[in-house]
């Protein structure tokens, strides 16, 4: 069986929270199979830093410091892939926040903050994306949810709102552009090992009672495969998408999670 060619090699590609973790991912996988990457974000350093490592590929990097949660900041970070690379092909929406919380401890403003800074954003950058994804004829859009979307847990109403919402859109918005050519999807990773990881992990020792290395094996328990998912193991899907080779999927959520979704999601 040969290879299969994703057909990804002269594609832009913009990718939203590209600077870190699993936004940063999809970036360098898009640059290793040839394609233009632009990112965005509000950290400038870890924005330069990034930037570096995709331009290393051999391919043009342009990295935009913008907040999202601003209309005009969604604006701007289109215009300026679609300004460097005269065309955009694939929008990457990934860029979150990271808040947790119930009803009862979060303010109206933290209860709407990853609807607002995740779900708004997408479509905001849907938007201002829809007309070069049209010109592109075989535009592709591919979010980036979470498996809060279908299970619910303890401090996780922000981004279980944020990432339902969002799949609710993606279906929503699949089916206004598919006549176009213009395919979009929503993948969900689970809890992944980001930059955020060692953090967490610490958190979760103190909060049992046992060592660094018991409570990575608490989190390892939830996933089937024997491992916690990574960051690089959400890209590939990301780029299939991406690709032509996927042009007959669309307005579907796939979930990346090494099996750790105990029951059977259609």
């Known amino acids: ?69 601003d209309a005009e900041g969604c604006k701007s970070a289109v215009a300026a892939a679609t300004d460097a690379f005269g065309r955009l092909d694939v929008l990457v929406n990934n860029a979150s926040t990271n808040i947790g919380g119930r009803l009862e401890t979060l303010s109206d403003e933290q209860l709407m903050e990853r609807v607002n800074g995740k779900t708004l954003a997408s479509m905001r950058c849907c938007r201002a994306a829809l007309p070069h994804l049209r010109a592109s004829g075989s535009g592709r859009v591919i979010c980036i949810g979470g498996s809060s979307a279908r299970n619910v847990g303890v401090d996780g109403l922000p981004s279980g709102l944020g990432n339902a919402a969002l799949a609710n859109f993606v279906k929503q918005f699949s089916y206004e552009v598919a006549a176009d050519g213009v395919t979009v999807n929503i993948v969900h990773p689970p809890f992944t090992k980001t930059d955020r990881y060692p953090a967490r992990l610490e958190a ?39 690709s032509p080779q996927a042009s007959a999927v669309t307005g579907q959520a796939v979930a990346v999670d090494g099996g750790a979704t105990p029951y059977v999601a259609y």
Not at 210 to 229: D, H, K, M, N, W
Not at 230 to 241: H, K, N, Q, R, S
């Open 1 to 69: 069986m040969g290879t299969i060619d994703l057909q990804l090699n002269g594609k832009a590609v913009l990718v939203t929270g590209g600077n870190r973790g699993i936004g940063k991912a999809i970036a360098l996988g898009f640059a290793g199979e040839g394609a233009n990457v632009a990112i965005c974000g509000r950290d400038e350093s870890a924005l330069g830093a990034a930037k570096a490592e995709i331009e290393a590929k051999g391919v043009q990097a342009v990295a935009v410091v913008a907040d999202l949660f």
């Open 204 to 242: 979760r020792a103190k909060k049992l009672g046992v060592s660094l290395e018991e409570a990575e094996a608490s989190f390892t328990a939830g996933f089937p495969i024997g491992r916690i998912v990574e960051p690089g193991d959400i890209a590939p899907m990301v780029l299939f998408l991406a």
